[in-house]
């Protein structure tokens, strides 16, 4: 039998040791589809309800891996589908690969059946590599490529393969003029300072008398190494939200995340320092740095086109994280007077105690903070945890305590609804044995969390540890949406745009057999998530939650606060009970706290 592309690619795609592919049938990519059947599907394709999920999937397993996410889909609709995870890949600099089908070259411009210019719909989102494969002697070298570019520039790449060129008998690229040849083998050398430069950053540093410190997800494989200059310079640490699990919450100097979704340490951690140091972080609201001029900056980043971005930094290093900052640990002083460490690591536990207090706030009926205040403690350290873009990333950045080798994540810098669900099923298959969670409002489960449970039903028999947990904050609200008019243009709630229809959700997945629990008291929260994360197989917790207990941030400006008032007194409609618990979040603020 021949060796078709088809083939070909499928071949190349295991030889680079790619496992999974997450796609969505279509005619477009028959070729292909009929290879996968006679290569006895490997790598597998995971087939989800719609191609966005699929790219979703593919985003989720290249976060929580580190690896090559891999996707595919058909021509026209298929492809365009593709676009909205591929853009999430691409801002939160994931690598992935889209393998897109076309209509047979023969009817190229001539306004066929799902014809689209996908090389142009392509471009921006894949602008490092996007290609169309017209003749087999392309292969493998395009592929390679593509997978090559994702990998190591962490982006999202691009391959258009015709229906007729995916069945058309491979042949390789020979030794002859405009022919060329390609290689499997990656390797990867990391950037790192040069000395001259090491020593201006450690000089700023070390003259620096309240160092505040600023980590991403570029920090992740520095664990150790950020602590070791923490410690040195008596820094606190703050974090940005997808690098949540760059370090421990249980470390006391550790103010948690920054930004409007931050805590109260982080702001002022950042608005008093003197001095920051900014690793492996993108963090792209420079409202919440240090004031310009205030204080001296250093940052470190591996992508030479992203230092210098967000503040006017003095010196910009390009290297690994890890290395970078190994080299300038000994050109670092330790700091004597510990008073600005001291004094972080009180702010920090005063915070706990507020959150607690916070989180059993009375709501009616369940505050959502309690929700996960209550998951927190009882995270596997193991855990892999998703959160959905709403309110529910507010209590997910702000009540989660990271320790261990959890790992979270979330839709970063395009902040779509949606990827909650996809996220936690695509890390399932790159991790067949750790437990994950989706923590997702109602507004994001009705978009397309309900149809990907009907995935996780039809796959969750194969992984080792059966526990994928979702989350569904049911308040039928759009309730992060509902907050912003309120506090951003002193709007009242817009009812036709912010409520939703009511759903069973725990009901439903009960349907689909999977586990469902439904907890609509305080009392009920608690038992619920240890029902969920004992359950033998996946498990649909359905929290009845009040959306009048307000996300607005401790640092909120007087100005928020004002239009947000601005908006009960023109007619919102749950306006008494965002006054009341608007009033009693924020009393928890200025109770008394144990100071270290």
Known sequence: ??????????????????????????????????????????????????????????????????????????????????????????????????????????????????????????????????????????????????????????????????????????????????????????????????????????????????VAMLVGQGARGARQEVDSVADLLGAGVAKALLGK?????????????????????????????????????????????????????????????????????????????AQTLRRLIPLLESKVDRSWREGIESKVERWWQVMERRAHTSADPVNPELVFHELSPRLPNDAIVAADSGSAANWYARHLRFRGDMRGSLSGTLASMGPGVPYVIGAKFG???????????????????INELITIAKYWQDWDDPRLIVAVLHNNDLNQVTWELRAMGGSPQFLPSQELPDFPYAAYARSLGLAGVLAAKPEEVAPAWDEALAADRPCVVEFITDPAVPPIPPHATWDQLEKALESIVRGDSDRVDVIKEGVKSKVQEFLPGTKS
């Open 245 to 321: 699990d760059v370090l421990s919450d249980e470390l006391p100097w550790v103010t948690g995340s920054i930004g409007l979704l931050g805590t109260r340490p982080s702001y002022e951690l950042m608005t008093e320092c003197d001095t920051l140091l900014v690793v492996g972080s993108n963090f792209p609201y420079s409202q919440f740095l240090p004031e310009y001029g205030a204080a001296r900056a250093v940052q470190i980043d591996v992508d030479p086109t992203m230092v210098g971005l967000r503040y006017p930094f003095e010196v910009n290093l390009v290297g690994d994280a």
């Open 1 to 210: 039998m021949k060796t078709t592309v088809a083939d070909l690619i499928l071949q190349r795609l295991r030889d680079w040791g790619v496992d999974h592919v997450f796609g969505y049938a279509g005619d477009g990519i028959n070729g292909l589809l009929s290879a996968w059947e006679r290569a006895g599907d490997e790598p597998r394709f995971v087939q989800a309800r719609h191609e966005e999920m699929s790219a979703f999937e593919a985003v989720g397993y290249a976060k929580f891996t580190g690896r090559v996410g891999v996707c595919t889909a058909t021509s026209g609709p298929g492809a365009i589908h593709l676009l909205n995870g591929l853009y999430d890949a691409k801002l939160d600099h994931v690598p992935v690969v889209a393998i897109v089908g076309q209509t047979a070259r023969s009817a190229m411009g001539g306004n066929y059946q799902q014809e689209v210019d996908l090389m142009s719909l392509f471009k921006d989102v894949a602008n490092e590599y996007c290609q169309q494969v017209m003749v087999p002697e392309q292969l493998p070298n395009v592929l390679d490529r593509a997978i090559r570019i994702a990998a190591s520039r962490r982006t999202v790449t691009a391959l258009v393969v015709p229906a007729d060129v995916q069945e058309l008998e491979y042949e390789p690229p020979s030794h002859a003029f405009k022919m060329v040849p390609s290689s499997l083998d990656l390797t990867w050398s990391a950037p790192v300072p040069g000395e001259a430069d090491l020593r201006r950053a450690a000089d700023l540093l070390n003259a620096g008398e309240k």
């Open 431 to 449: 991790h067949l044995g750790r437990p994950c969670i989706a923590l997702v409002g109602d507004g994001a489960m009705q978009m397309n969390g």
